[in-house]
């Protein structure tokens, strides 16, 4: 007699509530876009959402904050799996933002534009009307992020209020908004770095070489790896040096660092993050090393 498997894994019960999430706001919702850095949780929901609405195309654009200081194997892989998937791109420009005096540029040793991101995220949601923004936050990448709801409120000025916050009872997704207000929605909200790698393994999924071991020229600052790179200043006492390393998320060169590892393929890095007990954000982001209460501050700003 024939017998059938009928178990559930963990992947796939995260996989589907994805899927009903992405789904959900693009029944509710008029202009729904989906935020694309082409870091590896960005395209994971990428994923998520080819197979959400497949066979028709994704009904709706993708969007790059870009600080202009991007790795350039990252922005490569940005570009070229739009195209592959002939989706629209929008790319908001910091740079842009600080063109038209929206925003000031930061100077000095420590300087970055991740913060200035804020400004020209919500200018980019204001300009083309969107009222739902997928993101890809994960409620264990640090306690702030944790307070977040699968569907986050936004007013009218872009601002998040922890205490203000809408019940999510049985997966029922409350998507009243009145106009200027929108929706942030987290379709990954309860994967895991370990999960994330461990979808990417099972799907078979590109990611920028990035990602995996390479060798690089680096210097160390406040105990964390930071490329050597045009746009970041270096004090006398930082020299360079290569080293064989690795970056767990990506983001703005000048405050994102690489950890030291031989990890060269997916089962290797699956089985370093499984190992280790730090999280990819407080390894690797020298912006987010700051209190709770602080990060807790830039959400409420409209910070991702």
């Not at 002939?86 to 930061?106: F, K, M, N, P, W």
């Not at 994330?196 to 600052?221: L, M, Q």
């Not at 950890?259 to 982001?285: C, K």
Request: glycine share 6%.
């Amino acid at each position: 007699m024939l017998q059938r498997d009928y178990t559930t894994s963990q992947l796939d019960v995260l996989e589907a509530e994805a899927i009903h999430i992405m789904r959900e706001v693009a029944a509710e919702f008029e202009r729904p876009c989906l935020l694309f850095s082409g870091g590896k949780d960005s395209i994971v929901m990428l994923r998520i959402a080819e197979k959400a609405f497949w066979p028709a195309p994704i009904p709706f654009p993708l969007m790059h904050v870009d600080t202009g200081h991007n790795f350039s194997e990252v922005i490569e892989f940005r570009d070229r799996r739009t195209e592959e998937l002939g989706a629209r791109l929008i790319v908001a420009s910091v740079q842009e933002s600080i063109d038209t005096g929206r925003v000031v540029e930061e100077t000095g040793r420590r300087a970055s534009r991740n913060r200035l991101q804020t400004t020209t995220l919500l200018d980019a949601i204001e300009d083309n009307e969107f009222d739902a923004v997928f993101g890809g936050a994960r409620r264990d990448e640090e306690k702030a992020r944790a307070k977040e709801r699968v569907f986050s409120f936004r007013d009218d000025f872009g601002q998040w209020d922890p205490k203000n916050q809408r019940p999510e009872l049985w997966n029922l997704y409350n998507a009243k908004i009145r106009k200027g207000e929108h929706i942030r929605a987290f379709p990954l909200s309860n994967w895991t770095e370990l999960d994330i790698w461990d979808y990417i393994r099972r799907e078979g999924i590109e990611i920028p070489s990035i990602y995996y071991a390479h060798t690089r020229k680096v210097f160390e600052r406040d105990g964390m790896l930071l490329a050597d790179n045009p746009w970041i200043t270096r004090g006398d006492d930082e020299p360079v040096f290569e080293a064989v390393v690795r970056y767990r998320t990506v983001g703005d060169a000048t405050c994102t660092g690489a950890v030291q590892s031989s990890a060269a393929t997916v089962e290797e890095i699956i089985e370093e993050i499984a190992a280790t007990r730090i999280t990819e954000r407080g390894a690797t982001r020298a912006d987010d090393r700051a209190s709770e209460a602080a990060m807790e501050d830039r959400k409420r700003e409209g910070y991702f």
